[in-house]
C-alpha cells in the first residue's frame, strides 16, 4: 500500500478547482466485469497477456495483493485514458467513468478486507513512547535526560498513529535494543552504592568561550566573562550555550542542585538597529538552563537532549543573582542560554558594518573578515548580550535514602542483602514482576524467575546483582511488552486488562495503584466505576500525556518540524523556539476543552486559543501581551483583534501548528491542506490519485497564481471527482503561510494576490477560512465520528472498520442533542463495548 508520504505527493497531480469548472455529468453505475470483457480481455488474455496483465483470469471477488495492484493499475491506465488503445473499440465517457468509480469502489473493499482484524484488537507491544512513560512510572525514573528508547527503531506509523498492533513489528534490532534499555534502566535505578553527600563547586572570572569567540573573549574581557548572545536555536550559533569549562565532568549523582548565576542584561538599549542584530529589545532577557551530556561533550552546540529546565528575567545593566533548582543527572552540566536572544549573531557581524558604519568607533572602521569582525565588535562591547560573571553549583539537595527509584526496583529496604532469605527473595521477585507486568503473575512464572536468580547467584552474582539480573529479564519479558488479552467467558477484557487499556489510553502509561487496588478486587468492569476513574484520571496531570499522544497521532503534530522552515524567511521559527509553542497552544487548547466539558464544536469555532508572545507576534496580536511575561502562557479571545478574527484565527484551523504540519516548510499547497482537512476532520479522504499524472508546484515565486496551476486539471472528469472535495477547503487556507502567518499575496515582490473563496459540493459558498468553519460545522456529525474513530483508535490500539460504525454510532448517539461534550464522549467510549471487548 501507498505511504501517507507518497499519497499525500499523489493527490497533488488530480486536483480540479470546483469554482470555475462545470460540474461532470453524474455517472451512471456499470458492472465492472462486462465493462474489462468488452473492452480489455481481447488483450489482456490468460494465454498471452499484453504487458503480463491477465485480466481473463482476474477474481474481483479475491482481495489478494496481487489483485489489487493489477486491478489498481487499470484504474490508473483509465483515468490516463492510456487504454482502451487508440485502435481498439473505445468506451464512451460516461462509461469510463463509471468504470472508474466501480473499480475503485472494488479496490476499496479489497483493501479494507485485507488489513481487516474483524473488530479484534491484534496482540500488540508497547509503542516507544508507552516503553518510556512505563520504565518511568516502574523504577521511579526522572526521564528528563534519559531516553532509554533513543536506539529503538522508529515505530511503524498506520494512518500517523504509532500504536496500532498490526504495524507493531518485533525484530532482531529491536530485541537487541530492548536488552540495552532494561541494562540502562535498572543500573539507573540502582544508583549509587552509598548515600551521596551534598557537593558544592564555584566557578568565578574564569570562562574560555567556545572556539569561534575564544580569542575575541580573551581579547575583549581576558576571559572573565561567559556571554551569551543568539536564541539556541540557531543554525550555527556563536555564544547559544554558555558551558563551564572547567565542569567538564559534570556532577557526580543524580539529583536537584542548587544554581547561582550572578548576571546581568547587556545593551537592550543598543545603537544598532533591530534589522542588524535581530533581536526583540522590548522583552527583558531572559536566560535559561539547559543540560549537556558530558559524555557527548561538544558542549556549544546543541545536543539531541536538552529540555529547558528552568528560565529567569534578567537585570539590565546590574549583576544580580539568580537562583535555580533543576534536576540533573549524573555526568551532566547545567549550560546557559540567552532564550529570546539574537537570531544568527554570526552574520549579526557583518551587518553592523554594512548597516551601521559610522557608528563603529574610529578605530575599527577599517577591519576586514569576518573573523577580525567578530573580534572588533566584541571588543567595542554594543551588542545585546547577556553576561555571567560567577556560578555557584550546590547538591545533591534532599537526598532521600534508599531513592525512590531503588525502592521500586527492590521493593523496600535494600541493606543487608546479605540476610536476604529465600522467601524474601521471591517474595520482592513477585511482586515487582506483578506491577511489571500489570497483573497477578503465576506460581510458574515466578518459579522461572527464582530459578534465574539462583542461576546468577551460582555464578558468583552478589544477591543485588542476581536481583537486578532478575528484573532486566522481566523488562525484557513478552509479559512485561505487550498487552494482555485475557478476557472473561462473555468475551469482555478481564479486570487487569481492562485497566491496563484504561490506563493507556489517558495516561500512556502503566495502571496506578488506584486502577490496579480496583481491579485485584473485581470491581472495574463496571460502566459507572469506569466513568469515575475515567474522571479521575482526566483530571490528574498524568492526562496531559494523553492529551499530548493523542494530538500527535490524531492531528500528526508529531511530524512538526520534520520538514523545518527555511531559517532566513521564517527565522520567528527559530527565534521564539515555535515548534514547542505551536504544540504547546494546540495541547492547552484541547486540555480546555477536556476540562470544561466543551462542545466538539469548539474544535473549529472557538474564538480563543492560548499563546504567549512569541505566538502572538506571529499572529499579529502582540500588543494584547506584554513584553514582561513574554514565555507565559494565557488565554486569548481573538475577539479583541478583529482583523485576526476575520482571517480565522481561533479554533483549529487557525493555529500555527496545524498550518505548519500541512505546509511543507518553504511553501503551501492548496492540495495538501485540503487532503488534511477531509483525513482529519471530516474523516472522508479520497481514494489515490493515477502514479503516472505529473505533480502541480505551487509557485510562490508569483509567476502564476496557485489557481491558475491547477486549471490543466478542470477540463478532466476524472479529476473533477476528488478535486471539487479538496480544492474548496485548500484554498480557505491560503491566507496562511508555511508556518501559520497571515498573508495577503504570494510573494511580496509579485504581488500576486490570494484568494480564499470556494464552494463546497452541494453548492454551498464561502469567502474565507471564517466562513468556511460555518459550513463545516453544518457538517459537525461527520466531525465528531472522525474524532470519536480516532480517539477509539488511541485506546485500542487498532485501525476503525465498516463493522464497527454501528457501535461508534451508539457511542455518539446520546450526546448528539449537546453538540457532543468532549470529557463525556471520552467518558462514553471508556463504557462503551468496543473498549471493553
Known amino acids: 500500500m501507498l505511504s501517507s508520504h507518497v499519497f499525500r505527493l499523489l493527490v497533488v497531480c488530480v486536483l480540479l478547482q470546483p469554482c470555475v469548472a462545470a460540474p461532470a455529468k453524474e455517472a451512471q453505475p456499470i458492472d465492472p466485469v462486462g465493462f474489462l470483457e468488452n473492452y480489455c480481455i481481447d488483450c489482456h488474455t490468460a494465454d498471452e497477456p499484453a504487458g503480463e496483465r491477465d485480466f481473463e483470469s482476474l477474481n474481483l471477488g479475491d482481495s489478494h495483493w496481487d489483485t489489487q495492484l493489477v486491478l489498481q493499475e487499470a484504474i490508473d491506465q483509465l483515468t490516463l485514458r492510456s487504454m482502451p488503445p487508440e485502435d481498439g473499440d473505445q468506451p464512451s465517457e460516461q462509461d469510463r467513468l463509471a468504470a472508474i468509480d466501480a473499480l475503485t469502489q472494488q479496490l476499496t473493499r479489497m483493501r479494507l478486507e485485507s488489513s481487516s482484524t474483524n473488530g479484534r484488537t491484534v496482540l500488540r507491544r508497547l509503542s516507544r513512547r508507552e516503553y518510556r512513560e512505563t520504565v518511568s512510572d516502574l523504577l521511579k525514573i526522572d526521564m528528563t535526560m534519559f531516553d532509554p528508547t533513543h536506539e529503538f527503531p522508529a515505530d ?99 539529583g536537584v542542585y542548587e544554581i547561582w548565576v550572578h548576571a546581568k542584561a547587556m545593551h537592550r538599549d543598543t545603537k544598532y538597529s533591530e534589522r542588524a542584530v535581530k533581536i526583540d529589545l522590548e522583552e527583558p532577557f531572559r536566560l535559561g538552563i539547559r543540560p549537556g551530556d558530558s559524555v557527548i561533550g561538544d558542549m556549544p552546540h546543541r545536543q539531541p537532549i536538552q529540555p529547558l529546565l528552568a528560565e529567569s528575567v534578567v537585570s539590565d545593566d546590574e549583576f544580580e543573582w539568580i537562583r535555580f533548582e533543576v534536576p540533573l543527572d549524573q555526568g551532566f552540566v547545567p549550560r546557559f542560554t540567552f532564550e529570546n536572544g539574537m537570531h544568527d549573531v554570526r552574520g549579526s557581524f557583518a551587518r553592523i558594518y554594512r548597516m551601521h558604519f559610522n557608528l563603529l568607533p574610529q578605530e575599527i572602521r577599517d577591519t576586514r573578515g569576518i573573523f577580525e569582525q567578530r573580534i572588533a565588535i566584541i571588543s567595542e ?61 503465576t506460581e510458574t512464572e515466578v518459579e522461572g524467575l527464582v530459578a534465574f536468580f539462583d542461576s546468577r547467584k551460582a555464578l558468583g552474582r552478589s544477591s543485588h546483582q542476581a536481583y537486578g539480573d532478575t528484573a532486566k529479564a522481566i523488562l525484557c519479558s513478552p509479559a512485561f511488552l505487550y498487552f494482555q488479552t485475557s478476557t472473561t467467558e462473555d468475551g469482555q477484557l478481564s479486570d487487569h486488562a481492562l485497566a491496563e487499556r484504561l490506563s493507556y489510553f489517558l495516561t500512556s502509561s502503566m495502571p496506578d495503584d488506584t486502577l490496579r487496588q480496583l481491579a ?230 509579485s504581488k500576486r494576490p490570494i484568494f480564499t473563496s470556494g464552494e463546497l459540493p452541494g453548492g454551498a459558498k464561502f469567502d474565507g477560512p471564517e466562513e468556511l468553519k460555518q459550513q463545516l460545522v453544518e457538517r459537525k456529525d461527520f466531525i465528531a465520528r472522525t474524532v470519536t474513530e480516532r480517539l477509539l483508535t488511541h485506546a485500542l490500539g487498532r485501525r476503525m472498520e465498516p463493522t464497527d460504525r454501528p457501535a461508534v454510532d451508539a457511542i455518539l448517539m446520546p450526546l448528539k442533542a449537546e453538540d457532543y461534550p468532549t470529557a463525556r464522549l471520552i467518558e462514553s467510549i471508556v463504557t462503551s463495548e468496543l473498549f471493553r471487548r
Not at 534499555?181 to 568561550?209: D, I, L, Y
Not at 531513592?403 to 546479605?418: H, R, Y
Not at 522467601?423 to 497477578?440: G, H, K, L
Request: aromatic share 8%.
Open 520 to 749: 485485584d478486587e473485581g470491581k472495574l468492569n463496571d460502566p459507572e466505576t469506569l466513568r469515575q476513574q475515567t474522571r479521575r484520571l482526566l483530571a490528574s496531570e498524568k492526562s496531559d500525556e494523553f492529551v499530548a499522544d493523542f494530538l500527535d497521532n490524531w492531528l500528526d503534530l508529531r511530524s512538526l518540524g520534520s520538514m523545518p522552515p527555511d531559517s532566513r524567511e521564517f527565522a520567528a521559527f527559530y527565534s521564539g523556539d515555535l515548534q514547542v509553542d505551536m504544540k504547546t497552544e494546540t495541547r492547552m487548547f484541547f486540555r480546555d476543552l477536556i476540562d470544561r466539558d466543551a462542545s466538539l464544536n469548539e474544535l473549529l469555532t472557538a474564538s480563543h486559543s492560548f499563546l504567549n508572545r512569541d505566538l502572538a507576534k506571529l499572529y499579529g496580536v502582540d500588543e494584547h501581551f506584554p513584553p514582561d511575561n513574554a514565555s507565559e502562557f494565557r488565554r486569548f479571545d481573538f475577539a479583541q483583534s478583529p482583523v485576526q478574527r476575520k482571517l480565522g484565527r481561533g479554533g483549529l484551523l487557525g493555529q500555527a501548528s496545524i498550518l505548519t504540519v500541512s505546509a511543507n516548510g518553504i511553501e503551501t499547497s492548496p492540495v495538501t491542506r485540503g487532503v488534511w482537512l477531509l483525513e482529519n476532520v471530516l474523516g472522508t479522504p479520497t481514494p489515490p490519485p493515477p502514479d503516472d499524472v505529473p505533480a502541480i508546484e505551487p509557485d510562490t515565486r508569483g509567476a502564476k497564481t496557485i489557481r491558475d496551476q491547477l486549471l490543466k486539471h478542470r477540463e478532466d472528469a476524472t479529476c473533477f471527482q476528488c478535486h471539487r472535495k479538496i480544492d474548496p477547503l485548500g484554498f480557505a487556507m491560503e491566507g496562511f503561510d508555511a508556518i501559520g502567518q497571515s498573508r495577503k499575496v504570494y510573494n511580496i515582490k
Open 156 to 254: 511503524n506509523l498506520s494512518e500517523h498513529f504509532d500504536n496500532v498492533g498490526d504495524t507493531l513489528v518485533m525484530s532482531g534490532h529491536l530485541l537487541e535494543r530492548y536488552l540495552d534499555a532494561a541494562e540502562q534502566c535498572v543500573a539507573k535505578a540502582v544508583g549509587p552504592s552509598e548515600r551521596p553527600s551534598t557537593q558544592e563547586w564555584r566557578f568565578h572570572r574564569k570562562f574560555p568561550q567556545q572556539a569561534e569567540l575564544r580569542t575575541a573573549h580573551a581579547r575583549a574581557f581576558l576571559n572573565r566573562y561567559l556571554c551569551l548572545y543568539d536564541h539556541p536555536f540557531n543554525d550555527k550559533t556563536e555564544g547559544g550555550y554558555g558551558h563551564i569549562e572547567a565542569f567538564a565532568g559534570g556532577v557526580p549523582v543524580d
Open 381 to 441: 562591547g554594543a551588542l545585546p548580550h547577556l553576561r555571567i560573571d560567577e556560578v555557584k553549583v550546590r547538591g545533591p539537595l534532599d537526598v532521600k535514602w534508599p531513592t525512590k527509584s531503588q525502592q521500586a526496583l527492590f521493593g523496600g529496604d535494600v541493606t543487608g542483602e546479605e540476610h536476604w532469605t529465600d522467601s524474601e527473595v521471591r517474595d520482592r521477585i513477585e511482586r515487582f514482576a506483578s506491577r511489571a507486568y500489570r497483573r497477578p503473575v
